[in-house]
T-cell receptor, first 121, second 113 residues
Framework: DGGITQSPKYLFRKEGQNVTLSCEQN?????MYWYRQDPGQGLRLIYY???????QKGDIAEGYSVSREKKESFPLTVTSAQKNPTAFYLC????????????????????FGPGTRLTVL | AQSVTQLGSHVSVSEGALVLLRCNYS??????LFWYVQYPNQGLQLLLK??????LVKGINGFEAEFKKSETSFHLTKPSAHMSDAAEYFC???????????FGEGTQLTVNP
């Protein structure tokens, strides 16, 4: 089955600790994204990557870091610098339309993983 | 810059009644528009999308949406609500080029028996 997996589903962390959230896709999608969801605030983009070894800051990148060493994987690290890390984190991916460049090319719809709920104790 | 406004953070309908969830967008270029649904503690699932073809778009689960450029709207409708439609719905916009989506704040739909 093709899809996006996120692990773990629930994660607890003590204040001051870094934690890494996993996101893997086997859809052969070019672009991957990380969103944060808080009640009543919709989804806010943290980071995104349109090609391996390249990524861009989203709207709320402070206190987060990412890597994109493989096309299928886009882990997110929540660092101790993130002041309010408790949230629901969603990973997504999308396919670039062929014949278009990666930075300003056209992309199909985003598919989402099941999410990871992070709680800082 | 793009933005999305969803009017009404909570909408409540009776089972069998019309569902209407409102979405207005602003975009300096022709947009792609999307509706997603989210059930509790799950990811988002695509309901339907507008990508500059037909202005009336049919999606899954009996939902449809109409792109109205003059009103900058993309409202989501379903003729008859079912209990299983209770969820949160998100409208999103992107440019025809580039990969970023901008989401609205969501509308929680409650269906009463």
């Amino acid at each position: 089955d093709g899809g996006i997996t996120q692990s773990p589903k629930y994660l607890f962390r003590k204040e001051g600790q870094n934690v890494t959230l996993s996101c893997e896709q086997n859809l052969n999608h070019d672009a991957m994204y990380w969103y944060r969801q808080d009640p009543g605030q919709g989804l806010r983009l943290i980071y995104y990557s349109q090609i391996v070894n390249d990524f861009q800051k989203g709207d709320i990148a402070e206190g987060y870091s990412v890597s994109r060493e493989k096309k299928e994987s886009f882990p997110l690290t929540v660092t101790s610098a993130q002041k309010n890390p408790t949230a629901f984190y969603l990973c997504a991916s999308s396919m670039r339309k062929r014949g278009t460049g990666y930075r300003e090319g056209s992309y199909n719809e985003q598919f989402f993983g099941p999410g990871t709920r992070l709680t800082v104790l | 810059a793009q933005s999305v406004t969803q009017l009404g953070s909570h909408v409540s309908v009776s089972e069998g009644a019309l569902v209407l969830l409102r979405c207005n967008y602003s975009s300096s270029v022709p947009p792609y528009l999307f509706w997603y649904v989210q059930y509790p503690n799950q990811g988002l699932q695509l309901l339907l999308k507008y990508t500059s073809a037909a202005t009336l778009v049919k999606g899954i689960n009996g939902f449809e949406a109409e792109f109205k450029k003059s009103e900058t709207s993309f409202h989501l409708t379903k003729p008859s609500a079912h209990m299983s439609d209770a969820a949160e719905y998100f409208c999103a916009v992107s440019k025809t080029s580039g990969s970023r989506l901008t989401f609205g704040e969501g509308t929680q739909l409650t269906v009463n028996p």
